[in-house]
Structures are given as C-alpha cells and as structure tokens.
C-alpha cells in the first residue's frame, strides 16, 4: 500500500448526505481508480483516470463524481448518500504501462444509515 | 463483459498443508493478479502473471496462468496461520490494466 493514502477510514453517513473520499499518491503515477467492494464479493470499478484532467466511468459509477486536477489527488464524492453506498472504498494506482504493479490504498468504510 | 470465477469460495486447512485456489475467466486473461486481504484491511499485491504458460513464486506461494490463459491457480506450500486470508484474482482490462474485473474471493483459514 506504499505512497497511496485514502482519507478518512470511517465514517458514518446518513441518507442524503454528500461526502469526498481523499485519495493522495506520491509515485508520480498516472492511472488511478476507485473501486467498491461489497460484503463478501470482488471488488468492482467505479472510476478511473488517466491522466489529470481525464476521467471516465467504470462498471458502477452512479451516484458518484470524480475529477483529476492534479497527478497526485483523485477524490470521490458521494452526491445524496444512499445505503446501497454502504461499501468499502478503495483507491489505487498504476504507473503507464503494461505489466505493473497495482497499488491498492488500505480503505475507505462508509457506512449509510 | 468478463467475469472471474474462483474456486473453492472458502478453504480450511491444517497448518503445513498444501493447498490450491483457482480462478477461471470467462475471456482470454491478457493480465492476472493476485491479492491477499485481511479483514479490515487493503489489498496485498502477490503477483502478476501476464504469458501463457508463466509461473511466479515468492516464498512459499506459486502462482501460474495456464497456456490457453484462461485460468490461474494460486499454490501454497506448508501453509502457515500467516497465510490466513482472503485471496483474490483481479483480470486486467485490455486496455488499461487497472481496469480489473476480480473474482469474489476465495476465504483461507489455517488451523495451528
């Protein structure tokens, strides 16, 4: 999980609330994503990054934004917080290129009451 | 799109046995990586497989992508309470490798 920092680790939301989840990294990496990983399943796409200023849709994008004006921050907002957005978060990261190592921050847990 | 399938869900064992975790993909796998997670923790990178036929060790864990790249198994050797986990295959996106597509995880419990 070196150099990828997500913040905060928890917290507690309640229905209709908005809310950025931080994500930071100092490798001079140029991809970035967001994926959610429910109770008990993989982890799916939410957003993805290639670049500052980039940014698309992954496998599960509604109810969320993103946006990329730097290399090293990729924030996450949850726009009217719903329970189905009761998930862990993760951020990660990849250099350009084929073949590399994924980094993976160590979590986001957001609960939606 | 694809999907990842591992096998089996949950695994539990004796310390020092071997044991083995496969995950089979829908697709051709340009791409497959392997994770270990603790519960409430993130995702621990264990290796990367990208040719035909590759295999990777690192410790006591060995992973290989088979020659038609459709399938990973992940081997451990004299399993060890450490390795107690949750294990995952992540298939990389043709275009963009962290455009992962995981499979739901395979539970490993190791017995002192």
């Known amino acids: 999980n070196a150099g990828v920092t997500q913040t905060p680790k928890f917290r507690i939301l309640k229905i209709g609330q908005s809310m950025t989840l931080q994500c930071t990294q100092d490798?001079?990496?140029?991809?970035m994503y967001w994926y959610r990983q429910d109770p008990g399943m993989g982890l799916k796409l939410i957003y993805y990054s290639v670049g500052a200023g980039i940014t698309d849709k992954g496998e599960v994008p509604n109810g969320y934004n993103v946006s990329r004006s730097t290399t090293e921050d990729f924030p996450l907002r949850l726009e009217l917080a719903a329970p189905s957005q009761t998930s862990v978060y993760f951020c990660?990261?990849?250099?350009?290129?084929?073949?590399?190592?994924?980094?993976f921050g160590e979590g986001s847990w957001l609960t939606v009451v | 799109s694809q999907e990842l399938e591992q096998s089996p869900q949950s695994l539990i064992v004796q310390e020092g046995k071997n044991l083995t975790i496969n995950c089979t993909s829908s697709k051709t796998l340009y791409g497959l990586y392997w994770y270990k997670q603790k519960y409430g923790e993130g995702l621990i990178f264990l290796m990367m497989l990208q040719k035909g036929g590759e295999e990777k060790s690192h410790e006591k864990i060995t992973a290989k992508l088979d020659e038609k790249k459709q399938q990973s198994s992940l081997h451990i050797t004299a399993s060890q309470p450490s390795h107690a986990g949750i294990y995952l295959c992540g298939a990389a996106g043709g275009t963009s490798y962290g455009k992962l597509t995981f499979g739901q995880g395979t539970i490993l419990t190791v017995h002192p």
């Open positions: 490798m001079n990496h140029n991809y």
């Open positions: 990660a990261t990849e250099t350009t290129g084929r073949g590399n190592t994924i980094y």
